[in-house]
């Protein structure tokens, strides 16, 4: 399927609108194992790249940045949606995130678990703007 640069900005908007509220029923389907983040803000960011080391991380308050960006060439590789306490820094334990691999994304595991950990922070963090 091919998608045209005027509907990608949609498109990945949408998708992350759509990570967000995943993460945030699991908290709703599970209140026992997330009785502390019941309540908390939800966020989102969506990863673009364009070339090899050209990443860009965009929050829900950045979508400006983040039109601007698919226009420009840049390609969505990986959106994630979060829960968190705003108040504390991200830990393993302490969130709940869905997140979505593009398919056209063909980086290494490793490389995408720096990158989703790097996404996470930067939703969370634009949870205080």
Not at 28 to 57: D, M
Not at 102 to 108: D, I, N, V, Y
């Amino acid at each position: 399927m091919t998608i045209k640069m005027n509907e990608a900005f949609p498109d990945a908007v949408k998708e992350a609108e759509r990570c967000r509220l995943e993460a945030s029923e699991m908290i709703t389907k599970n209140p026992e194992c997330y009785a502390s983040l019941k309540g908390q803000p939800s966020g989102w960011c969506v990863v673009t790249e364009k070339g090899f080391w050209k990443r860009s991380f965009h929050g829900h308050n950045e979508e400006s940045l983040l039109r601007d960006r698919i226009q420009n060439g840049h390609r969505v590789i990986l959106t994630v949606g979060i829960v968190a306490d705003p108040r504390v820094s991200v830990t393993a334990q302490n969130h709940v995130a869905a997140v979505k691999v593009s398919e056209e994304c063909k980086l290494p595991g490793e490389k995408l678990a720096v990158i989703t950990a790097n996404a996470k922070l930067h939703a969370a963090s634009a949870m205080f703007r």
